[in-house]
């Protein structure tokens, strides 16, 4: 049996898949660790103040240091030089003396005094000199041989400085050379060195060169030793900056962090934090008068949160201890109003204005003593599991008779789907039946579109008119408590002036959101955006908070109570990925007059009612 080896057609292709995804998962970790680090640095004061002194005093010390290694090395050159010139031209001197005294006359004297000479100059200089006597080229050869100790001393003299030696007619030529320790291996180790070359007369043989060479290796160790010492000096001196430093700050960025830290615990509402006081310096000066502020702030705070507690038991009060009389007072009315037909007109108006305005005191007080609830903390949702659709059918039902009265097209846009939520019915149902409401009074007897739709994390309900709309400030003001657009006027449709700030709280109760658009003469839209699960976080709504885009470019404003929306170039409101009211969702139209309460809103001449020049907060 043959047995078959090679790799599978997929191998490759795999190797390159986890050395793309092992790459891949480097990358992410490296730029986490940078986002950490960036981060790290940008939240520390005193890693910030360390990090810039240790950054600022690396490169002065670098550049002192670069400064004071060239000022020694130049001057340890420099005063090496020195040395070797006068050295050289003493040797020198001493050689001529001495070829000149010589009586030598045979080539074999004067290769014996040419040894000679190279033997005393080498005993009598540096012990790291040595010494080279050269023929020049153009000189004939009588049989003297160059006399040299070392053979690489031939290797350093250049064609160039053999050239100057000889063109100096006697006088010293200094070349700076690299010099290996061992001549044999062109890749090994080299230290400095100086080649000193000078002509001299030999007796017979003519001028002869002479060179020097000093090895400057004693001089290179010392430079590294003193560069050595600098770089510990530098470090030891960075290491004490960075202590110095670290130390510094943290005795300035301890008390502020204190001070942050107490600043954050009295913004929680622990009002009785306060700084500890240490000493008289100007830390210690803000620590006091932070705890002074801290001491203002919660003795005020009291002050304010007993007046609010007296305000909200005086309201709670007050509207207690009025329903006995109301209901004294409203037992005589229905007695009067029951009877108004036996009294004159003017009993029977006054009878009928008595009874309209008892109904409008016990509707303010029922909203006094909810908004005294909100404001104490004590209102409670009651949620349960219901069709949004029913709450809103209901809530239209209710406000059925007041479109037919004045004549305004009431139209509700359902999907054909159940949409529950987590919801308190009676509290959906009063914010809808508000805004409802409201759209009606400020119709003008144009339509009035109620529509509701959902998706897997909000329900939604829009109220739009196309009536008086409001203004940008007015926007901005609807949902305030007893605000009115136009304080002159006063109300007519009997509305308390709490409706919109009750339903409001509504909404933040149930977690949802409640926003409001207007233009002037092109109405108005008001959203309801409530999470169909309690917990839930809104991002989104099902609907945009007005969906029929506007040619023009005129000032209409759109202002959320929870949430930002945006007013897009075209007029839109709302974030354009947002459906449309009937983009792709089914809906259905139920007219007033097919609701079960059987109130159906018609228009027709002479039901229009009063119409007001602005919107009112109701």
């Known amino acids: ?185 062109p890749d090994s180790p080299v230290v400095p060195g100086i080649v000193v070359g000078t002509t001299v007369e030999v007796p017979v043989a003519g001028t002869y060169e002479l060179y020097y060479l000093y090895e400057l290796e004693s001089d290179q160790e010392t430079l590294t030793f003193l560069q050595s010492v600098l770089l510990v000096g530098a470090l030891v001196l960075l290491a004490l900056l960075g202590a110095m430093t670290t130390l510094v700050t943290r005795q300035a960025v301890m008390p502020v962090r204190q001070a942050a830290s107490v600043a954050e615990r009295l913004a929680d509402g622990r009002l009785d934090e306060r700084l500890p006081v240490k000493g008289h310096d100007e830390m210690a000066s803000l620590a006091r008068t932070l705890n002074e502020m801290a001491q203002s702030l919660q003795e005020q705070i009291g002050r304010m949160e007993e007046l609010s507690m007296l305000q909200r038991r005086f309201v709670s009060d007050v509207s207690h201890e009025l329903r006995t009389p109301l209901t004294t007072i409203r037992m005589a009315s229905e007695v009067l109003h029951s009877a108004r037909e036996d009294f004159d007109p003017v009993s029977r108006r006054s009878t009928e204005l008595l009874q309209a305005q008892l109904d409008r005191f016990e509707d303010l007080l029922a909203d006094l003593l909810e908004i005294s609830r909100f404001d104490a903390g004590a209102a409670v949702l009651d949620a349960e599991r219901r069709d949004v659709r029913d709450v809103v059918v209901a809530a239209v039902e209710h406000a059925a008779p007041l479109a037919e009265r004045k004549g305004v097209w009431l139209s509700v846009h359902l999907g054909p789907e159940p949409l529950t939520a987590d919801v308190d019915p009676r509290r959906v149902e009063r914010i809808v039946r508000n805004l409802v409401a409201n759209a009606i009074e400020h119709a003008e007897d144009k339509p009035v579109e109620v529509t509701l739709a959902g998706d897997g994390h909000a329900v939604a309900v829009v109220v739009r008119d196309h009536g008086v709309g409001m203004t940008v400030d007015e926007v901005q003001h609807v949902f305030d408590r007893f605000w009115r657009a136009d304080p002159a006027r006063a109300r007519t449709s009997g509305g308390t002036g709490l409706g919109l700030a009750i339903s409001l709280e509504d909404a933040h109760l149930h977690g949802g959101w409640l926003e409001a658009w207007g233009r002037p003469a092109r109405g108005a839209s008001f959203r309801l955006t409530l999470p169909r699960r309690a917990g839930i976080r809104l991002q989104s709504s099902p609907l945009p908070l007005v969906s029929d885009p506007t040619p023009d470019r005129g000032l209409g404003e759109a202002w959320s109570a929870s949430a930002p929306v945006v007013e897009d170039v075209d007029g839109t409101i709302g974030p354009a990925d947002l459906p449309s009211v009937t983009g792709g969702i089914p809906v259905v139209v139920v007219p007033t007059e097919n609701l079960p309460a059987g109130g159906a809103g018609r228009r027709g001449a002479g039901q229009g009612g009063t119409r007001l020049g602005a919107r009112e907060a109701r």
């Open 1 to 185: 049996m043959t047995a078959r080896t090679g790799s599978s057609p997929g191998g490759p292709a795999r190797t390159a898949g986890r050395w793309s995804t092992a790459w891949g998962r480097l990358r992410r970790r490296t730029r986490a660790l940078v986002r950490r680090a960036v981060w790290r640095w940008r939240s520390s004061m005193q890693l910030r103040v360390v990090t810039s002194t240790l950054v600022v005093g690396i490169v002065a010390l670098a550049a002192l240091g670069a400064y004071l290694s060239d000022t020694v090395r130049d001057g340890l050159f420099e005063r090496r030089v020195a040395e070797i010139d006068l050295e050289s031209a003493q040797s020198t001197e001493r050689a001529r003396e001495t070829l000149d005294a010589s009586p030598a006359t045979t080539v074999s004297e004067i290769q014996s005094l040419l040894y000679d000479l190279h033997s005393m100059l080498r005993s009598s200089g540096s012990a790291s000199r040595d010494v080279f006597l050269w023929r020049p080229e153009d000189e004939p050869s009588i049989g003297l041989l160059d006399v040299s100790s070392n053979n690489q001393l031939e290797q350093l003299v250049s064609p160039e400085l053999r050239e100057a030696t000889v063109e100096a007619e006697g006088k010293q030529v200094l070349q700076p050379v690299a010099v290996p320790r061992t001549p044999s291996d």
